[in-house]
């Protein structure tokens, strides 16, 4: 049976991830790409990986990120040597599911796409898919321990560089 | 071939005596992107289909195609592999029309109509008719109603095909040399790792010309000086076919009798710059030599890759004029341990859609192709090593290998 302090905890779970799901993807959208490692825990592991892959268990993602410093690198290069028109994301994340709330990481699923602007203004839905993410608390603030993005949209449209 | 294609011939006339100049108008004409149709893809080339490791068992298929030709490649229960043209024999609908399975059968949706393994013409439904009314006529054999065969050969596990019987044997096609580099690659037996897709905004033709480009690597690709991918101090060179058409980039370390070269961390040329994290640089001499980087091509549209430890094989699809998709199959050795497992996922980072040096591969084919619309009857010049379509054993610096590229589609396309 729920009860009253049950449903407490969930809300305020609810908020509390919904309240870091929201600043990352501002974070992301307005182009402060600098802080993105800082929302994962220092062994952080993130993942882009497409649905085709994912339902045939092989592991081969587009971007894969073990640690803080691949995210850092990931953010570095992009700011100081890859080349790309320039443009910007609008996420939309939606339907937040807690899978287990049991122990103290959270496994939760989402639903997400992204919309990409180019330097032109043309705008396409560029990616849509699922996010698998584990989510933890490090010194009062909650963190991405993992986060699997798994991609229904299996053609990148040019290249993918700016992270999801 | 009981369906080959009639040449029309075309009124295209190249502008130039030679292939140091390439009209913009070959990236953005639709009679020539018919007549490659026609007369280069289905003509005397071979085309990157799967790999044997894909389809495992008898029933096993993948879908795939030829240029825009739908194909359907199966292992039968003898456990050989064909390839047909996914077209049904009646209607003419796509057969199979989900990626990848397992069948004991092929059957089309539309009507029924059934075919074996081998693509022969097994039932119509309702061939009889119903109750003495309909159905065919005596006329009708069934022999001659089978889908489209396509030849293979299988390559060290690369299955290839042609619709040409005239294409010669794949290693005649594209030569000892070239194939010496296949054999020192591709060593042993093979797994897929996963596969990615990426559009291209561009004719197909951009992005083949782009892999035989040794020249813009460590122009376009900051990522190689930033962070020294390719540095200085490796030697390489550029092998060609006798034909031309095909080609081989590769880069190698330098004797440096450094205890760690297996494992060389990397620095960026600005001191104070280099990657927070460089296992993805790491280097595992695999293969037995110190090769670090080799890009492949066997015309015209299959690229076979070695960048330190990222093996993969790129096919090119043509999606008419202005649009191609890359297909990348990322391999690794069937003998792989979880270390080697787990490298291969890191240095997989630097290639594909978002690899650090091969997504700008996607863009610039797209610049190229929105510029071309400038004046179509203008041409680009490919000066760099001079007009001659020779190896070369030193620099990289030349476009030798894009007018090899040239030749074989002058050739192809009778122009």
């Known amino acids: 049976m729920t009860t009253t302090t049950d449903l407490d905890r969930e809300l305020t779970l609810r908020l509390r991830i919904d309240a870091l799901v929201a600043d990352y993807i501002h974070c992301i959208d307005e182009d402060r790409l600098e802080e993105w490692p800082d929302y994962f825990t220092a062994d952080g592991r993130y993942k882009v990986i497409t649905r085709e892959n994912y339902d045939l268990n092989m592991p081969v993602a587009l971007i894969y990120c073990d640690g803080r410093g691949m995210f850092e690198d990931r953010i570095s290069a992009l700011r100081t040597a890859n080349i790309y028109e320039p443009h910007v994301y609008c996420h939309m994340v939606s339907a937040l599911k807690i899978l287990d709330s049991s122990g103290p990481d959270i496994r939760t699923q989402s639903n997400f796409t992204i919309t990409r602007t180019m330097s032109e203004g043309d705008m396409m839905t560029f990616l849509c898919g699922k996010i698998f993410d584990t989510v933890t608390e490090v010194d009062g603030e909650m963190k991405f321990k993992e986060r699997t993005v798994i991609l229904d949209s299996r053609r990148i449209d040019t290249l993918l560089v700016i992270p999801v | ?415």
């Not at chain 2, 097994?122 to 008719?129: I, L, Q, R």
């Not at chain 2, 010669?168 to 030569?175: C, L, V």
């Not at chain 2, 069937?334 to 997989?348: F, I, S, T, Y």
């Open chain 2, 1 to 415: 071939m009981d369906t080959a294609q009639i040449d029309p011939g075309t009124d295209f006339v190249w502008p130039s005596e030679d292939v140091s100049q390439i009209p913009f108008r070959v990236y953005t004409d639709q009679d020539l992107y018919d007549r490659e149709q026609r007369v280069l893809f289905q003509g005397p080339t071979w085309n990157f289909l799967c790999l044997d490791c894909e389809i495992p068992e008898p029933g096993d298929y993948k879908m795939t195609y030829i240029g825009d030709a739908p194909i359907i490649v199966v292992r039968d229960e003898n456990g050989n592999i064909n390839a047909m043209v996914n077209r049904c024999a009646h209607k003419g609908s796509l057969i199979c029309y989900k990626p990848r399975g397992n069948v004991k059968e092929f059957a089309c949706i539309y009507h029924n109509w059934t075919y074996n393994l081998r693509g022969k013409l097994t039932g119509v439904a309702f061939g009889k008719g119903v109750r003495g009314q309909g159905g065919l006529t005596e006329e009708f054999k069934h022999d001659e109603h089978g889908l489209e065969r396509i030849r293979i050969e299988n390559v060290r596990g690369f299955i290839m095909g042609t619709f040409s019987d005239e294409t010669p044997p794949f290693a005649e096609y594209i030569g000892q040399e070239l194939m010496d580099n296949i054999d020192r690659v591709f060593i042993k037996p093979l797994k897929v790792l996963g596969y990615h897709s990426q559009i291209f905004p561009n004719n197909w033709k951009l992005y083949v010309e782009n892999n035989k480009d040794s020249y813009h690597a460590s122009l376009l690709h900051v990522f190689h000086n930033t962070f020294g991918v390719v540095r200085p101090t490796m030697t390489g060179g550029i092998k060609l076919s006798d034909s031309r058409w095909h080609h081989l980039s590769y880069t190698q370390r330098e004797e440096i009798g450094d205890d760690n070269i297996a494992k060389e961390k990397i620095r960026s040329k600005q001191d104070d710059y280099s990657l927070s994290d460089t296992r993805m640089m790491e280097h595992v001499l695999e293969l037995g030599d110190k090769i670090t980087n080799s890009i492949q091509t066997v015309f015209p549209t299959m690229v076979l890759q070695q960048i330190l430890n990222a093996l993969a094989v790129r096919q090119l699809i043509p999606k008419g004029v202005n649009e191609s998709e890359l297909i990348w199959t990322i391999l690794g050795f069937d003998d792989d341990d979880a270390d080697m497992d787990e490298l291969r996922l890191q240095v997989n980072n630097l290639v594909g859609p978002a690899g650090f040096i091969s997504m700008e591969d996607g863009c610039v084919g797209g610049f190229i192709q929105t510029a071309a619309k400038a004046n179509v009857d203008a041409q680009t010049i490919l000066p760099m090593g001079g007009r001659k379509i020779e190896p070369s054993d030193g620099s990289r610096v030349t476009e030798s290998a894009v007018r090899g590229f040239w030749k074989g589609w002058r050739e192809c396309m009778g122009v």
